[in-house]
């Protein structure tokens, strides 16, 4: 590994016109001005929203080391009242990272250093320092030594040069310039920060986190509408992505067009895979029935349960006079009885307080389980990793 920093310039890429990034960045161009609209109702596809924030969350830890499966976070979010691990609280952290981010970044919101300090100050809250967790023993300060990064010949800048690096990065990303570069300034800002390595710990979460309150900022409105799991770009090979970053330490230009392709290309790919769950007949028919299906075969659902769910995602807003069918011979107080059963086991939820009228719940729920299958069999998430 090199021992001494190489000074990179921090600059914007023009691909060429008829190269295959121009291309992908006026997809994603149109993509992000595109009005998402389809016929999957509202509660429904907010709950799949969440989900893919706790993927997204399970996916950036695990990229830095973070051994807990897809299957154990899941049931942490069942079962919230057990104590979690060290790696649960690393994922849940991330999770109130992103919700953070959401509350306080708009469209043209600038993205400031007190802003990426607290980012930091969350991803690491309550997590042991290395080497034996992944906190930091300084959470919401940017480093006060010097660093190496495992596996990568880049050397970092020296603690005396930090604050300059700093503030050339913020002042980046903060400059107007034409909109057609924004996803390009998206994509090397990335890099640059984990270039830069500001933190002492932490630096991959954070970047990641950055990247997403980027793309708000630039314009994809995820919390009213799209889904976006960016890390899903990074993490479905965890090697390229490292790979990747490492070429670009060489401040190659076409290096840094190969990085910013393999990140916009990627973004645009899993943008055109979750607008399909929009389609509410596909996503009825090949995620929400094989997921009911899926509880039922494993007994996580009774028989009855299992028809009044299907019902459920039939009529994706419902009362206890729906689910008559599945319950002749029943008188309406019977009725509502199995309804509060359900919903005291979390498989359906009122619409609201106190409210007669439900809708599923898959969302930190026993069917979150089904859910993951079916996402899984459809190619919409990764759970050999």
Not at 88 to 105: D, K, L, S, T, W
Not at 295 to 320: G, H, T, V, Y
Request: one cysteine or more.
């Amino acid at each position: 590994m090199s021992s001494r920093f190489t000074h990179r310039i921090l600059r914007l890429v023009i691909p060429d016109y008829d190269s295959e990034l121009t291309d992908v960045v006026m997809d994603l161009q149109y993509l992000r001005r595109h009005t998402l609209g389809g016929s999957t109702p509202a509660p429904i596809f907010f709950q799949l929203k969440r989900l893919f924030h706790t993927l997204e969350s399970i996916n950036s830890t695990r990229i830095e080391g973070n051994r807990t499966s897809i299957a154990e976070a899941i049931e942490a979010s069942i079962n919230p009242e057990q104590p979690g691990t060290e790696g649960i609280r690393e994922i849940q952290n991330n999770e109130a990272a992103m919700r953070f981010i959401e509350e306080q970044i708009d469209e043209d919101s600038p993205i400031s250093r007190a802003f990426v300090r607290e980012l930091h100050k969350i991803v690491v809250r309550d997590l042991s320092p290395p080497p034996n967790g992944e906190g930091d023993k300084t959470p919401g300060a940017f480093r006060s030594g010097n660093v190496t990064i495992h596996r990568a010949e880049h050397t970092p800048p020296d603690v005396s040069q930090l604050p300059e690096y700093l503030d050339e990065f913020i002042n980046f990303i903060n400059e107007p310039s034409d909109p057609k570069f924004d996803l390009l300034r998206v994509a090397i800002t990335h890099h640059r920060f984990a270039w830069i390595h500001p933190f002492s710990n932490g630096n991959g979460r954070v970047v990641r986190l950055i990247t997403y309150a980027q793309l708000i900022s630039k314009g994809f409105d995820v919390r009213t509408g799209r889904i976006l799991n960016p890390s899903a770009v990074f993490c479905s090979d965890r090697e390229q992505y490292y790979s990747m970053l490492s070429a670009a330490d060489s401040g190659n230009s076409q290096a840094i067009i190969d990085w910013c392709l393999y990140v916009l290309k990627g973004l645009r790919d899993e943008l055109e895979k979750i607008d399909r769950l929009v389609n509410y007949d596909f996503l009825r028919s090949r995620i929400l029935q094989p997921a009911l299906t899926h509880c039922k075969e494993r007994a996580l659902i009774s028989d009855l349960e299992f028809n009044i769910l299907l019902i459920a995602i039939d009529i994706p807003i419902f009362q206890a006079s729906d689910i008559e069918p599945v319950t002749m011979g029943q008188i309406p107080a019977q009725r509502s009885r199995v309804l509060r059963k359900m919903r005291e086991n979390k498989l359906i939820e009122p619409m609201s307080k106190n409210g007669r009228k439900y809708v599923v719940k898959f969302s930190n729920s026993p069917l979150t389980r089904g859910l993951i299958y079916a996402l899984a069999e459809e190619g919409f998430i990764d759970l050999s990793s």
